[in-house]
């Protein structure tokens, strides 16, 4: 019996498991004074988290390390001065979809969407580069120079050094992919939900070094699986071991982790009676930590009638003996020694209808050692997914022959199959869910989340990231006319879009196109949340001057923390547009010829939300008023100017 503590609680306990809810990558193991292994926080670390500079520390700990790995914190630490543009021409039903499509580097995705989506996405699925060798950009099996992906990206220095790309020369050729899977690891995970899940696609090269990374940003105990997927059949025969396999990582955001079963084809069960197909499952309890001792409420006899036999061999049972009912069986294991059943007396009494065995839930059946068995009817509509995937179906072949068929010839090498993500995405969202994939490639998730909608009838959304990654000079691809990877995700999910709509349901197949490119405020010292107050008569024009309306509503967007999915509605007041985000929860008018009849007209709607240019009030005394305005007429509406 536990007794009552007569002292306080720990507090010092309590504080570290805060710190590792937030931070579980400075949670360690450490000795206290008397020799105890006791969880402990590694300050170095926890400073580095708090920092924007690079923070000096011991060297050797029991950890996961390499050159660069502070370096990549700061780099998923530090802010940005980007912004997502919106491309209509890009997009398929821009107004209507849920569906996102960015273009650009995927570590300023990542940044850009944490206020939006913090908490918000249930799967993340990314395929990385697998770090065999070439230099890398964002895909296996697409390279260019380092030198141009730098100049490209904007990631060298005033002296041109080299900062990301790598070579299989490099002396740090590990460490510096890890480095740049660590800073968007470390950001994508408080995207997910409580209960949400990121997987990953690697390779042996790099699947240990993966593994401890994970275990480290999502913690250890959060590991759910590492899947073994069988990608081709026949085998890399110029290994020394033909190798036929890749993995699937899958890790929890918590303990409180979603994974959901998959649907079962009953007709492919091996027996059936008058109600349907059926499996026969042993009632024994086959864990051998349950027996008699402890569950004596699951030990009883059932009592068995040989004459009364089934089609399939399977004799009728009783808990009570009586005439015919003759021979007398408990549960014991292969031994010989007392276990128990897996129900009580009163639901196996529920299963047994009647005497026929073709009716009863119940039966039993002899087994080769003379004695018997009894069974449960099981008709599983479900059944879990296991740790080997070997069909067909998720063979790289497969996801080769998907993207031929969509575009009548090859142009992306290698794609993971629709149906191997289909089956994750099934066993890892509900349909209402939102996925996430920031190392998109030719847009099999985004492709995966729409087949399965039209499937099951589902709902889900998806956010794909794409560097705009140059298609080699001479590959099918240029030949073709595709000038970047992003072009080629944007046409598949066009292609496959059609595909699926032509079948007449109303689902959504469409995405909105969005570009990062540079803040479109001129002066990035004076952010949008800096300029909340209208009566600062200090500020200044700062808009760049090839922005749309669209262009600074994305970023006010952005800085609201909204989805970028929700529906915009243009219209006009007074011959001014004005442009309103989810039936008012914000309302954007960038005109620079404001009256304060339009102030007021917008007022009345009592946006939560409302955000003009500064340059559209002629004189401080024009800001009061509309300051007067909204107090008045909103006075709960947060008014801000940029």
């Avoid at 010839?409 to 995405?425: N, T, Y």
Wanted: some cysteine; overall charge negative; proline content about 5%.
């Amino acid at each position: 019996m536990e007794k009552i503590q007569s002292i306080s609680p720990d507090g010092t306990e309590a504080n570290i498991s805060r710190i590792a809810e937030w931070f579980p990558a400075t949670v360690t193991e450490a000795f206290d004074k008397d020799g105890t292994v006791r969880l402990a926080v590694d300050f170095d670390l926890l400073r580095q988290e708090l920092s924007d500079h690079i923070v000096d520390g011991p060297q050797e700990r029991y950890i996961l390390n390499w050159p660069g790995k502070r370096s990549a914190t700061l780099a998923a630490n530090a802010p940005i001065a980007k912004t997502l543009r919106p491309v209509r021409d890009d997009s398929v039903d821009f107004d209507n979809t849920k569906n996102i499509f960015i273009e650009g580097d995927n570590l300023d995705a990542l940044k850009l969407l944490q206020e939006s989506y913090l908490g918000k996405v249930k799967l993340i699925y990314i395929d990385p580069p697998y770090n065999t060798g070439n230099d890398f950009v964002y895909d296996d099996d697409f390279a260019e120079t380092g030198a141009e992906y730098l100049e490209r990206s904007g990631q060298t220095s005033d002296a041109g050094e080299r900062l990301v790309a790598n070579l299989d020369s490099n002396g740090r050729f590990h460490s510096d992919w890890l480095s740049m899977m660590y800073s968007r690891l470390k950001l994508a995970r408080p995207l997910l939900t409580d209960d949400g899940i990121i997987a990953i696609s690697i390779d042996d090269n790099e699947v240990a070094r993966l593994s401890q990374m994970l275990d480290e940003i999502f913690g250890s105990d959060n590991r759910i699986a590492q899947v073994v997927v069988q990608a081709n059949k026949g085998g890399r025969d110029y290994l020394p071991l033909a190798q036929t396999h890749e993995y699937l990582l899958i890790y929890g955001r918590t303990a409180r982790t979603g994974i959901y079963d998959l649907p079962r084809d009953v007709s492919a069960l091996p027996l059936a009676d008058a109600f349907g197909p059926y499996e026969a499952r042993e009632l024994r309890n086959r864990n051998p930590k349950f027996n008699r001792g402890n569950r004596p409420n699951l030990f009883y006899p059932f009592y068995i009638n040989p004459e009364l036999v089934d089609e399939h061999g399977y004799a009728a049972v009783s808990l009570e003996p009586r005439d015919g009912y003759r021979i007398e069986t408990v549960p014991l294991n292969s031994q010989g020694v007392e276990s128990c059943w897996r129900w009580g007396r009163e639901k196996a009494a529920g299963a047994i209808v009647t005497n026929d065995p073709s009716e009863s839930q119940l039966v039993a059946r002899q087994v080769r050692s003379g004695s018997w068995n009894v069974y449960e009817k099981h008709r599983p509509t479900t059944q879990k997914a296991k740790t080997i995937w070997d069909e067909t179906e998720v063979r790289t072949e497969a996801g080769t022959r998907e993207v031929r068929e969509l575009f009548n010839g090859a142009v992306f090498d290698h794609p993971k199959p629709v149906d191997l993500l289909k089956k994750l995405i099934s066993i890892s969202t509900t349909p209402e869910s939102l996925v996430l994939d920031f190392f998109a490639g030719s847009g099999s998730t985004a492709h995966a989340v729409m087949s399965l909608n039209h499937q099951d009838g589902g709902h889900r959304r998806f956010i794909t990231v794409q560097l705009n990654e140059p298609c080699g000079e001479g590959s099918v691809a240029a030949e073709r006319g595709f000038t970047n990877i992003a072009e080629i995700g944007r046409q598949r999910l066009r292609l496959a879009g059609s595909s699926i709509g032509s079948a007449g349901k109303s689902e959504d197949i469409g995405f909105r196109s969005l570009r990062i490119d540079s803040s479109s405020f001129a002066d990035v010292v004076r952010a949008p949340n800096q300029t909340d107050q209208l009566d600062l008569g200090s500020l200044t024009q700062s808009i760049q001057s090839d922005r749309s309306d669209e262009d600074l509503l994305f970023e006010v967007i952005l800085d609201a923390g909204l989805e970028l999915s929700l529906p915009i509605k243009r219209e006009s007041i007074q011959g001014v547009d004005v442009l309103s985000i989810d039936d008012d929860a914000l309302i954007c008018c960038f005109a620079t010829d404001l009256t304060l009849d339009v102030m007021k007209e917008i007022a009345s709607r009592e946006p939560i939300r409302v955000v003009f240019r500064d340059d559209a009030f002629v004189s401080d005394a024009a800001r009061i008023n509309v300051d007067q305005v909204f107090r008045e007429l909103s006075p709960n509406t947060d008014v801000k100017a940029i």
